[in-house]
């Protein structure tokens, strides 16, 4: 993998969190990337050349009037960074060329740990229709944790009583049981249908012992902006990147303002196209 940087120096991320969408089942996670990036107005600092994500080039998801001029062609995986929030997210357009997937995973660990980051943040999505019948009720998202990870923010997270753990299963459908919920006490596997490079990652991490959260939701395809913004929602509980109670610093303060809602990036206007012509039904 080949990492392009915009920057003259070489950027130094030891304290910072990145972000690393799947490509998943209604592109949830790439769909939540692009929330981020948009309402942080994060720079972009470079991009992946590999020849495992197919090429693919394309107009700026997040170019409007206030940055006209400063509109830059997109292609298939790039880095964007905020410095104010010590965030760093990798945005992946494209899907991965045939069996090349194990080769990405290798890479983007590997890349992962030569920039030292603090900690990794994989934002991912699973099958609706797979769920068990006890993962039916309550909040739809979940949460994985390698070792290393869970001795930095383990504690933290279960003061949230609303982060559930992901469930384990065994993937015969007679083995599923309604009350059991505990991931420690489940028997079976990891199983995460539709995830992407998901479970694949989370394994090559804890291997590597690099401190990674997995947080999914699970969806159908369709419409899946609603499932993004409450994926970032839900992982801005615990990161706090965004005041979404409507508190920001006052315009004539000095000070940068802080959001206080998800700017919806201008791409997401045409993800179904454009609106049709309604003289045709005259």
């Not at 799947?22 to 942080?40: K, P």
């Not at 357009?93 to 920039?115: E, N, Y």
Request: aromatic content about 10%; proline content about 5%.
């Amino acid at each position: 993998m080949y990492f392009t940087s915009r920057e003259t120096t070489q950027a130094s991320w030891e304290d910072y969190t990145v972000i690393v969408p799947s490509v998943s089942v209604g592109n949830v996670g790439q769909l939540a990337a692009d929330l981020l990036i948009s309402t942080l107005w994060m720079n972009k600092v470079g991009y992946f050349y590999d020849d495992s994500i197919l090429p693919v080039v394309g107009n700026d998801p997040f170019c409007n009037r206030e940055s006209s001029g400063q509109c830059k062609l997109v292609t298939g995986c790039e880095v964007y960074q905020s410095n104010e929030h010590k965030l760093v997210v990798v945005q992946q357009r494209s899907p991965f060329a045939k069996g090349k997937r194990d080769q990405f995973v290798t890479k983007l660990v590997a890349w992962i740990k030569q920039h030292q980051f603090s900690q990794v943040v994989h934002l991912t999505s699973s099958y609706a229709h797979e769920r068990l019948d006890y993962q039916m009720i309550g909040a739809q998202q979940r949460y994985l944790i390698t070792p290393k990870m869970e001795t930095k923010v383990g504690e933290l997270l279960k003061e949230h009583p609303e982060w559930k753990r992901l469930e384990n299963r065994n993937i015969s459908p007679a083995s599923t049981q309604l009350g059991n919920t505990s991931q420690s006490s489940t028997p079976g596997c990891l199983y995460i249908p539709g995830g992407g490079i998901a479970k694949m990652l989370y394994e090559n991490c804890v291997t590597e012992d690099v401190p990674l959260l997995v947080v999914l939701t699970f969806c159908s395809e369709g419409d899946n902006i609603p499932d993004a913004i409450r994926l970032t929602s839900y992982l801005n509980e615990w990161l706090n990147v965004i005041d979404l109670k409507g508190t920001s610093t006052a315009p004539d303060s000095g000070q940068v303002q802080t959001p206080t809602d998800w700017k919806i990036p201008t791409s997401w206007r045409l993800t179904f196209g454009s609106s049709f012509d309604q003289t045709i039904y005259h």
